[in-house]
T-cell receptor, first 116, second 115 residues
Framework: DAKTTQPPSMDCAEGRAANLPCNHS???????VYWYRQIHSQGPQYIIHGLKNNETNEMASLIITEDRKSSTLILPHATLRDTAVYYCIVRNPTLISSGSARQLTFGSGTQLTVLP | NAGVMQNPRHLVRRRGQEARLRCSPM?????VYWYRQLPEEGLKFMVY????????ESGMPKERFSAEFPKEGPSILRIQQVVRGDSAAYFCASSPPPQVAYEQYFGPGTRLTVT
């Protein structure tokens, strides 16, 4: 799985858009970008994933650069409940050879703090 | 549509006792993953199971830890002769059968405290 780099922490004002960057310069063609978050003491929560096109769902938008070396997760109207550690994970989810490598490898993530 | 369920949510064990952690995947999900989060550390993969089959246990400690996912019932993570270093949050995740792109859904976790 490609290595990712995220800033350790970010602040965002409540009601504003939160833009969380992720660098993945060694990403390969069949690797997807996944975003999860972990609100304090809770289980991680899936947010969104994409391959090369921008994606949007009810939680967030994912913008992937044309060269796929970086991406940005956008929370359009951050609320206090969005305060969490956000993880960017790059991986190829398909089964490989005799086994599989479907586990998620969590890095340090970005601690997003939404301020009132 | 119930999510991933884990029980107990909190478990206290004395050193040397056994800990059994249970995970019921989401409806329709046949793949289960266990992760561990030590205090002030990130989540680490432990084991990946399908029904009656361990697919990948590369993250499991070699001794005292075992996991199963029987044909009927929840997945069980078993820790024998617990030590203080086993104190952590243990999270279970589930996913649907293989497809090109998929996501994992996590349970609320079991917090194990070894005294």
């Amino acid at each position: 799985d490609a290595k990712t780099t995220q800033p350790p922490s970010m602040d965002c004002a409540e009601g504003r858009a939160a833009n969380l960057p992720c660098n993945h310069s060694t990403i390969s063609g069949n690797e997807y970008v996944y975003w999860y978050r972990q609100i304090h003491s809770q289980g991680p929560q899936y947010i969104i994933h994409g391959l090369k096109n921008n994606e949007t769902n009810e939680m967030a938008s994912l913008i992937i650069t044309e060269d796929r070396k970086s991406s940005t997760l956008i929370l359009p109207h951050a609320t206090l409940r969005d305060t969490a550690v956000y993880y960017c994970i790059v991986r190829n989810p398909t089964l490989i050879s005799s086994g599989s490598a479907r586990q998620l490898t969590f890095g340090s993530g970005t601690q997003l703090t939404v301020l009132p | 549509n119930a999510g991933v369920m884990q029980n107990p949510r909190h478990l206290v064990r004395r050193r040397g006792q056994e800990a059994r952690l249970r995970c019921s995947p989401m409806k329709g999900h046949s793949h289960v993953y266990w992760y561990r989060q030590l205090p002030e550390e990130g989540l680490k993969f432990m084991v990946y199971l399908q029904k009656e089959n361990i697919i990948d246990e590369s993250g499991m400690p070699k001794e005292r830890f075992s996991a199963e996912f029987p044909k009927e019932g929840p997945s069980i993570l078993r820790i024998q002769q617990v030590v203080r270093g086993d104190s952590a949050a243990y999270f279970c995740a589930s996913s649907p059968p293989p497809q090109v792109a998929y996501e994992q859904y996590f349970g609320p976790g079991t917090r194990l405290t070894v005294t």
